[in-house]
């Protein structure tokens, strides 16, 4: 597999992160730009940057440009996640 630095190397998409609530407070900002293949990379650099936000990704719905993702979706640049905790109340 070829990392970024090979001559020929494709670097992984860059996506916005968007924070909601609880995962917002955690992450201490509202969005970040971050870099991977998959949702479950990119959610892999969040909480490794992160530390607060591991718990509330366990518990979070996670979309990708608005519809409900997977963590083996594939991302394309410029494309858009949201991390939404549970919400209390009704």
């Known amino acids: 597999m070829a990392t ?8 992984a998409p860059q ?4 924070y909601w609530a609880g995962a917002r407070a955690a992450a201490g900002l509202d969005t970040e730009v971050l870099a991977g293949e998959t ?10 940057a ?6 509330v990704l366990q518990v979070a719905t996670v979309l ?3 519809r409900p993702a997977a963590a083996s ?3 394309s640049d410029g494309a858009t996640l949201e ?8």
């Not at 991390?83 to 209390?88: D, E, I, T, Y």
């Open 4 to 11: 970024a630095t090979e001559p020929g190397a494709e670097a």
């Open 15 to 18: 996506v916005t992160v968007r």
């Open 39 to 48: 949702v479950a990379d990119v959610l892999a650099r969040a909480e490794a």
């Open 50 to 55: 992160h530390a607060a936000l591991g718990h």
């Open 64 to 66: 990708l440009d608005g």
């Open 73 to 75: 979706s594939r991302l």
């Open 83 to 90: 991390v939404l905790p549970p919400f209390a109340g009704g």
